[in-house]
Nanobody, 114 residues
Framework: QVQLVESGGGLVQAGGSLRLSCAASGIIFSFNAMGWYRQAPGKQRELVAIITSGGNTNYADSVKGRFTISRNSAKNTVYLQMNSLTPEDTAAYYC????????WGQGTQVTVSS
């Protein structure tokens, strides 16, 4: 049974930082790409960042230079460091395991106040 548990969301002022964590179980973590997605109210879920099993990364244009995705295979955990946050980053953030199918975490809310 695959489980993804996110943590680290919260309320932060514009310009601030947060680090999200996603602990994975039930998958061979080191073999799979992992991703972070977000969904703002009234909008579709969108890709934020992906990291492959080999450590290659890809980011949405809107977060390039501000967000960093990383992974620790010893801890089966993927992280999203978010800096220079703006109110436009306010959303529910979801961790995803990109195996033969996509598994989702329950989401963690990030709210950036102006």
């Amino acid at each position: 049974q695959v489980q993804l548990v996110e943590s680290g969301g919260g309320l932060v002022q514009a310009g601030g930082s947060l680090r999200l964590s996603c602990a994975a179980s039930g998958i061979i973590f080191s073999f799979n790409a992992m991703g972070w997605y977000r969904q703002a109210p009234g909008k579709q879920r969108e890709l934020v960042a992906i990291i492959t099993s080999g450590g290659n990364t890809n980011y949405a244009d809107s977060v390039k230079g501000r967000f960093t995705i990383s992974r620790n295979s010893a801890k089966n955990t993927v992280y999203l460091q978010m800096n220079s946050l703006t109110p436009e980053d306010t959303a529910a953030y979801y961790c995803a395991a990109l195996t033969e199918r996509t598994y989702w975490g329950q989401g963690t809310q990030v709210t950036v106040s102006s």
